[in-house]
């Protein structure tokens, strides 16, 4: 079974721009959650798409938005970049029944904005 | 709030040696706890787990952990490393099942180990 696939790997973009990154998750997950990476403050949960619709938010700015399609795969969109959204940008996807499930991460989007 | 604590930002043992990487967790009641490990450029594995039961949880790669509720840790542990074991390593708190659906998993800030040939 594939993994969890991220693209692009790698993206470097400059202030005030947009970026598009894209989650595939493992065939017959439904959750799809994303995450921000940075040394000084480690993971952070940024939101979780469950059947297209967003079930849990964390404490982003509204620059920060997501969307889940009728495949699961998802998309995470970041507009007007501050250099301080420079990260690895994770994903991960689970079944997604009720409560709490394993969450198989991808290997990552690096942002670098300039 | 909820919170994970790795109180060891860098970690240093020889080949063969034991291995503890401490994480403390500040919830109400019984949360799931998780250690992951990621290397470098890499994403995420799960190495275990502990939702309920048995407290000493074991994983993959020859990891165990101990859930100790009076010390609200859970802490990884392998008795002998490998050069392969070098990495960053990091315990996450999901709220337990009485919370509701929730996925919004709270991670430690890492534990970066080297392993010294």
């Known amino acids: 079974k594939a993994g969890v696939t991220q693209t692009p790997r790698y993206l470097i973009k400059t202030r005030g721009q947009q970026v598009t990154l894209s989650c595939s998750p493992i065939s017959g997950h439904r959750s799809v959650s994303w995450y921000q990476q940075t040394p000084g403050q480690g993971l952070q949960f940024l939101f979780e798409?469950?059947?297209?619709?967003?079930?849990n938010k964390g404490n982003f700015p509204g620059r920060f938005s997501g969307r889940q399609f009728s495949n699961s795969r998802s998309e995470m969109n970041v507009s007007t970049l501050e250099l301080g959204d420079s990260a690895l940008y994770l994903c991960?996807?689970?079944?997604?029944?009720?409560?709490?499930?394993?969450?198989?991460f991808g290997a990552g989007t690096r942002l670098s904005v300039l | 709030a909820q919170s994970v604590t790795q109180p060891d930002i860098h970690i240093t043992v020889s080949e063969g040696a034991s291995l503890e990487l401490r994480c403390n967790y500040s919830?109400?009641?019984?949360?799931?706890l998780f250690w992951y490990v990621q290397s470098p450029g890499q994403g995420l594995q799960l190495l275990l787990k502990y939702f309920s039961g048995d407290t000493l949880v074991q994983g993959i790669k020859g990891f165990e952990a101990e859930f100790k509720r009076s010390q609200s840790s859970f802490n990884l542990r392998k008795p002998s490393v490998h050069w392969s074991d070098a990495a960053e390593y990091f315990c996450?708190?999901?709220?337990?099942?009485?919370?509701?659906?929730?996925?919004?998993?709270?991670w430690g800030l890492g534990t970066s180990l080297a392993v010294n040939p």
């Open positions: 991960a996807s689970s079944l997604a029944g009720q409560g709490v499930d394993i969450q198989y």
């Open positions: 798409y469950f059947s297209e619709t967003q079930r």
């Open positions: 919830y109400g009641a019984t949360p799931y």
């Open positions: 996450a708190v999901a709220p337990g099942f009485n919370a509701g659906n929730n996925r919004k998993l709270i």
